[in-house]
């Protein structure tokens, strides 16, 4: 939890109407905290074995959509259930695994003839 004086400290650097901070290295030290605290939240609503499983598009894909989802609430009121919907939504979806590898094989396909 912060002190007072570091949310005092966050909320002078904040950027104003302009996007100028007074303090730029406060302001995304913040930001680097936060993003800290999405990635341990994606990591263990997910857990290790799904993430290692993505390809890479679908890593794009999901990576994408989570950015979506973290700057439209805010972390505290993101559920583990949401995290997992986007991941279904990406694999089962926008792009399985099943469909990019027959993509890939059409392409090899099509290079051969």
Request: hydrophobic content about 35%; glycine content about 2%; aromatic content about 8%.
């Amino acid at each position: 939890m912060l002190s007072k004086k570091e949310l005092e400290e966050i909320i002078k650097a904040w950027p104003d109407e302009n996007g100028i901070s007074s303090n730029p290295e406060i302001f995304h030290n913040w930001i680097e905290i936060e993003r800290d605290h999405c990635r341990t939240r994606i990591r263990y609503a997910l857990g290790h074995d799904r993430i290692e499983a993505l390809s890479e598009r679908q890593y794009r894909l999901l990576e994408n959509s989570l950015e979506r989802l973290f700057s439209e609430k805010s972390h505290w009121q993101i559920t583990d259930e949401e995290i997992i919907g986007k991941y279904e939504i990406v694999t089962e979806y926008m792009s399985p695994l099943n469909v990019e590898n027959y993509v890939e094989a059409l392409k090899k396909r099509e290079k051969l003839h």
